[in-house]
């Protein structure tokens, strides 16, 4: 089956810990992003990559990084700098070819405590 | 003013009934527009998208652009209870990249059998 994963799905951190949620894509896609979704907030891009091993700044990056080091995998750290880190994650992927349509996996709940 | 605005609702319907969700736009450079389904704690699929202005049909759905208005809508006919879920609306200028998707907030809806 084709898709995208991320994993875990729940995720309790302390604060002060750096957490590290995985995505992984088997779309052959070449673009994927990351998004926060809170409450009444809709979908924020946190980032995005449109090839390996670049990736650049959404709009609300901070706290936040990512790496690119193949074309299937795109995992978002959460530092212990991001101020406000509980939310749902949502990661993303797209063909740049088909222009409009992005993928999302099921997404990952992260609770500090 | 926001570049996509959408109302939260949220939204509850008897069965059976027509449902329309809409969206407002101020950027006239929007040129595709989709709608995602959002179900509870899960990610957002595709379920319709349309170029430019017009109407597209798919099964119980309708997707309707007035760009003149700058105004969008999603019917559903003969709502069921398995379309409770939020509805995101999004969009994108021609020639833009492909992680500059604008989403509204999103509508919950709940259908009541």
């Known amino acids: 089956d084709g898709g995208i994963t991320q994993s875990p799905k729940y995720l309790f951190r302390k604060e002060g810990q750096n957490v590290t949620l995985s995505c992984e894509q088997n779309?052959?896609?070449?673009?994927m992003y990351w998004y926060r979704q809170d409450p009444g907030q809709g979908l924020r891009l946190i980032y995005y990559s449109q090839i390996v091993n670049d990736f650049q700044k959404g709009d609300i990056a901070e706290g936040y990084s990512v790496s690119r080091e193949k074309k299937e995998s795109f995992p978002l750290t959460v530092t212990s700098a991001q101020k406000n880190p509980t939310a749902f994650y949502l990661c993303a992927s797209s063909s740049l070819a088909g222009g409009y349509e992005q993928f999302f996996g099921p997404g990952t709940r992260l609770t500090v405590l | 003013q926001k570049e996509v605005e959408q109302d939260p609702g949220p939204l509850s319907v008897p069965e059976g009934a027509i449902v329309s969700l809409n969206c407002t736009y101020s950027n006239s450079a929007f040129q595709y527009f989709m709608w995602y389904r959002q179900y509870s704690r899960k990610g957002p699929e595709l379920l319709m998208y349309t170029y430019s202005s017009g109407n597209k049909e798919d099964g119980r759905f309708t997707a309707q652009v007035d760009k003149s208005s700058k105004y969008i809508s999603l019917f559903i006919r003969d709502s069921q209870p398995s379309d409770s879920a939020t509805y995101l609306c999004?969009?994108?200028?021609?020639?833009?990249?492909?992680?500059?998707?604008?989403f509204g907030k999103g509508t919950k809806l709940s259908v009541i059998p």
């Open positions: 999004a969009m994108k200028r021609r020639g833009a990249g492909s992680y500059q998707l604008t």
């Open positions: 779309l052959n896609h070449d673009a």
